[in-house]
Structures are given as C-alpha cells and as structure tokens.
C-alpha cells in the first residue's frame, strides 16, 4: 500500500510570511502550483496559503443584515467574521491571508487517511512533516496518480 512518502513532491518551494501578496502570486504563475507552505524565519511550518486565498481577497465585501427590534440594532452575523473578511480584503501580506490551522501528515500516512483529510477537511494541499520539517507536499493531483499506481 502507497503512503505519502511514496507519492510527495520532496522538493516543496514556500514562502515566508512577510512575502507579499505580489511575490506569491509571482511564485504560483512561475511554478504552475496552486499554493505553498507559510514558514516562518526558522523554516518550521506556520500556515498554507494557496490561489483561493488570493481570489477570496479580491471578492466583494458582504454587508451584514441588521434587524431592528424595538429600539435595538441587532446583527445576524458575527462581527468577527466581518472583520476578519475586511482584514484578509485589505492584506499586504502572505501572513495576511495563509490559513494558519494547517492539516499535516507524515510520511506514514495511508492514500486513504489522506483522501478522507482532502475530502472531509476541503483541503487541496496537504503538507508532509516530520516534526517541524517539512519534508514533502501532496496535492489532489498527486494523490490522483498514486490511485492509479494502486
């Protein structure tokens, strides 16, 4: 049975969190990739930023439904939501925008405990560590092709 060692790009390009949002953009056109590992100065993991990061910062902003009750104003969405939105909107950075709750896996991993992750958790991108390295990369494309190596 194929695990994520057999089947991970070993050579995995990130980009630090104080990268600019231009200079990641640069990264996933030049690569053909569709996101990277954040790290951070010590090169341990710290987050995953991929091209639905960049599309969702250019999206139009929603404005939230208030209801009126009596004499109240009340909201009927979280104003953290709305204020995260506006932040990941106005992001100059890389650290901006990553997802910073990043789904991991070793090396050890089963083509089954990956493709339940892809599937359960919507991630596209799984990065493979060991520990605080990161030693490899899975994407759906990846695992795709190690279906067909079954």
């Known amino acids: 049975m ?3 060692k057999d089947i991970m790009v070993k050579d995995v ?3 630090s969190s104080t990268a600019t949002i231009e200079e990641l953009a640069r990264i996933l056109i030049e690569h053909k990739i569709s996101g990277v590992p954040v790290v951070d100065e010590n090169g341990d993991l710290m987050g995953i930023v991929t091209e639905n990061d960049l599309i969702s910062q250019n999206k139009r902003l929603h404005i939230p439904t208030v209801v009126r009750l009596f004499d109240a104003y009340i909201m009927l969405e979280s104003p953290g939501r709305i ?3 506006i932040k990941r909107m106005a992001a100059v950075t890389v650290g901006d925008i990553c997802t910073r709750d990043v789904v991991t896996v070793t090396g050890d991993a089963s083509m089954e405990d990956m493709a339940t992750i892809m599937s359960d958790k ?3 991108l799984i990065p493979v560590v060991s520990g605080k390295e990161i030693v490899g990369i899975i994407g759906k494309m990846d695992l795709i092709m190690g279906i067909t190596k079954k």
């Open 2 to 4: 194929l695990k994520a």
């Open 13 to 15: 390009i990130t980009i």
């Open 83 to 85: 204020e995260n939105e």
């Open 122 to 124: 919507n991630v596209h």
